[in-house]
Each structure stands twice: as C-alpha cells, then as structure tokens.
C-alpha cells in the first residue's frame, strides 16, 4: 500500500479473547467497559505467538488532540476525491495523502507514537501516511509490499471504530480480529506484517466477537519505518 492487555481467556475451541483495562470513556460510537476485549483469535497458540507483535491501545489520544488533527488534514482532504480502484486493488473509496511537516501539537502526538512504536534510533520515513475511508470504503486483504515501509506499522484510528482482520497468508483457518476503538492507536509489527493479510472491514460486514462494530467514515495516521 501507498498503512497491553492484562487477561488472557479461551471462550471453547475456537476463540481467544484479549482483554484489555479500559484507558479512555465511551465515545458515541462504541461503548468501552472495564475489559473490553480488543482482539479475538483462532486459538491461544497463534494469539501468544504474536502477542507481541499485535497492540491495540485505546484512548492513546483526546478528543481534543484527534480535532487537532483533523484541523490540519481536512483542508488537504477536501480538495481530492474518494476513490473506488487503488493502484494495486487493496482498497475501495478513499482518500489518501502523505504529510511530513506538522503543527507543534500534532508534532508531539506523532513523537509520542514513534516512541512507543519503534526502537529509539530507528530509521523512520519521514512522511506520515493518512489513509481517509469513506462510510462506504474498506480495505481489501493485503500484505504492504516491503519496497514501501520496513517491519512495522503504527496507526492513529480517528473519528470511527473499526475491525481489522488479520489471516495467515499460507494457512487460513489462523485467523485475528482486532477492534480499533476511536482514537486507538493499533501497532503491528514481524511476522503479523509480513506473514498476515489484514483487512478493515466493510461496513455491512463489521462485526467484532459477535458485537455489531458499525464503521463510519475512518482516519488513519500512520508511521513507518523504513525497509532494511
């Protein structure tokens, strides 16, 4: 493309559920409970294999800081049109764009994710991804070609939750949903970049742990680093 739980329980054979503290209140669009679970899986194995490669962290910004970033994004945003056939086909009705200077307030959001996300002294690329998907958009199955990014990609979810899926590329029946809380920040990393198709899915189609997870238009802001 040109994108800390605390208790680990097995509900039967066939799901793994990660539940997470809850660290921000309950937005309009999904409700946050005390533990939340943030990420299902196939089985308990595949979920401690990547269980470091995989984070989801709610509240990671503000209200205040997410329209502090919309403040600088929409007027670019504004003037392109949603577009429903990607270069490579991963994606139906967005908006995109890449940004590398920033206001002093969204400058500090942005450190703050690179220092969570990357090894101090990571090459980084400088422009930052923004990804905008319509109501209507999603993002198809793919894996990010390595010509564009390195082992890691962490994203902003701005103004609607999502789920965001991920399967192995060579065995399908392995399998992980995440779900994205407005104003999240979601990190992946290895083997979950480079072995694992990930998706967001459709609005018709979003449905998380058997919760309906309604998906309005989305924003993600997203760092990477470069390949090696």
């Known amino acids: 493309m040109r994108l800390f739980g605390n208790v680990l329980k097995c509900l039967g054979k066939r799901s793994l559920v990660y539940s997470c503290r809850q660290l921000c209140n309950a937005n309009r669009q999904l409700a946050l409970g005390e533990d939340t679970i943030l990420i299902v899986g196939s089985n308990p194995q595949l979920l401690q294999r ?28 504004k ?14 009705g967005y908006r995109e764009t890449e940004r590398l200077t920033w206001g002093p307030a969204c400058a500090e959001i942005l450190t703050r994710v690179r220092s969570l996300a990357f090894p101090p002294g990571s090459p980084l690329l400088g422009p930052v991804h923004v990804l905008d998907l319509d109501q209507k958009g999603y993002i198809k199955p793919h894996i990010d070609s390595v010509k564009f990014c390195g082992s890691t990609i962490a994203g ?9 899926r991920l399967v192995k590329q060579d065995s399908p029946h392995e399998w992980l949903d995440l779900l994205l809380p407005r104003y999240s920040l979601y990190i992946m990393r290895d083997e979950a970049r480079y072995e694992f198709t990930h998706e967001i899915l459709k609005d018709e189609e ?18 990477r680093n470069l390949p090696s």
């Not at 990547?50 to 007027?75: D, H, M, W």
């Not at 003037?79 to 139906?92: G, L, P, S, V």
Request: include cysteine.
């Open 206 to 223: 979003s449905v998380f742990n058997g919760q309906r997870v309604p998906r309005q238009r989305r924003i993600s802001v997203i760092c």
């Open 79 to 92: 003037r392109k049109r949603y577009e429903f056939d990607h270069w490579d086909n991963a994606i139906h």
């Open 50 to 77: 990547l269980g470091s490669q995989v984070e989801v962290r709610p509240g990671f910004i503000t209200k205040e800081e997410e329209a502090a970033l919309l403040k600088e994004l929409e007027p670019g945003l």
């Open 156 to 164: 902003l979810n701005l103004l609607s939750a999502s789920v965001m």
